[in-house]
């Protein structure tokens, strides 16, 4: 509800402008064709408040409505209606009739597309109606020159601002577009790249590399024994132990390296024109600043990260031969009892030290040099 409402309050403000602008420069254009016709006094100033007062009545009609959006549709109808009726009672002079009618349906077109259109031409037709119910059935085909010049600021600037309010909601649509696509992109516990959009430019970046004959490594990265830290701790710290790990990588990284989090407890990470022994000090920083997280909940916790290198070579066939090869270095982590960096070329991490009071999960590892 309090969203819909929000909306409705959005449109009533991009009407309220163009309304006040439509309605008092439409106003002249109407004084110009009823000026040498009799009319009783409470017609200029049913003018008066249709031209002057109404845009303000208008707003605060469908700002104080608990349904801002069905208040404003209904204002517009209202403003058709009044068109009908100023065409009809200026005797349909054809230069003030077609000006004051096109714009009403240009702004219901703008507004609310065919249906409202529809909508308006009823209205119109209501007060066209009451016009001639009130007047009679009159028509003038002479347009006089003070018609034409009254009728000019009308032409002008009321097309120019309903072009203002439509550029100005499509530069807002183009904006929510891409802030939905940002978001499409992303994971949202940790803020980084998800699944899919990782791979995607991991592709981007293989095919890159195959032209330019360039370089880069990619990392995976696991939490070693994620299901026990959420078995034994709850899930709570779990997304907390991943919400670590996601602004480690970020200290670490450089602006054009792309990291993600590839499911679950693994993550991944691109690192163009790195070489593979760069990359994995750069990971060996995150390895052991990650390794240093301590929970105020959990003081006991201690985490720690296996991971994967590969670097790009040129007999790869496609980006997932890439990927293999830095999947088997961090099984190869894995398998050598985790906590360590572990690259593709086949180079053996050196093992933690360990003195009397230090864990394996919580030791730092050394790189080969």
């Given at each position: ?52 007062a109404?845009p303000?009545?208008?707003?605060l009609i ?37 000006t ?8 219901n ?126 899930h ?30 693994e ?103």
């Amino acid at each position: 509800m309090e969203n819909r409402r929000g909306k409705g309050l959005s449109f009533a403000r991009r009407i309220y402008k163009p309304r006040i602008i439509g309605l008092g420069i439409g106003s002249i254009s109407v004084i110009g064709a009823l000026y040498p016709l009799s009319m009783p006094g409470w017609v200029w100033a049913l003018l008066l408040f249709n031209g002057l007062a109404w845009p303000h009545v208008a707003y605060l009609i469908s700002t104080h409505s608990p349904f801002p959006y069905q208040a404003e549709r209904r204002n517009l109808l209202y403003d058709s209606l009044s068109g009908g009726f100023w065409a009809a009672a200026t005797q349909f002079s054809p230069l003030t009739a077609v000006t004051i009618l096109s714009m009403m349906a240009m702004n219901n077109v703008a507004a609310g597309g065919t249906r409202l259109f529809l909508h308006g031409l009823l209205a119109q037709a209501v007060g066209i109606a009451i016009a001639w119910g009130l007047f009679g059935i009159t028509f003038d085909s002479s347009v006089s020159l003070a018609e034409v010049y009254t009728c000019l600021p009308m032409l002008t600037l009321y097309p120019m601002a309903i072009g203002m309010v439509c550029y100005q909601l499509a530069i807002k649509l183009s904006q929510h577009k891409r802030a939905l696509s940002a978001l499409s992109r992303i994971d949202s516990l940790t803020g980084l790249l998800n699944h899919g959009s990782w791979k995607d430019l991991l592709n981007l970046k293989f095919h890159k590399c195959q032209q330019l004959q360039g370089q880069a490594t990619i990392a995976l990265i696991d939490v070693d024994h994620f299901k026990r830290i959420n078995d034994k701790h709850g899930h709570t710290v779990g997304d907390a132990v991943l919400r670590q790990l996601s602004l480690d990588l970020r200290r670490h990284l450089r602006e054009e390296d792309l990291a993600g989090r590839y499911g679950g407890d693994e993550f991944c990470v691109i690192l163009p024109k790195m070489p593979l022994q760069e990359a994995a000090q750069v990971m060996e920083q995150v390895r052991e600043t990650f390794s240093n997280y301590r929970n105020a909940q959990t003081p006991e916790l201690r985490v720690s990260l296996s991971i994967g290198l590969a670097d790009f070579q040129p007999a790869f066939q496609d980006a997932v031969m890439w990927l293999n090869a830095a999947d088997r270095a961090l099984y190869a982590a894995k398998n050598t009892g985790r906590n360590c960096v572990r690259t593709s070329d086949g180079r053996s991490p050196v093992r933690p030290q360990l003195s009397d009071n230090t864990s394996s999960e919580s030791s730092s590892v050394s790189l080969p040099q």
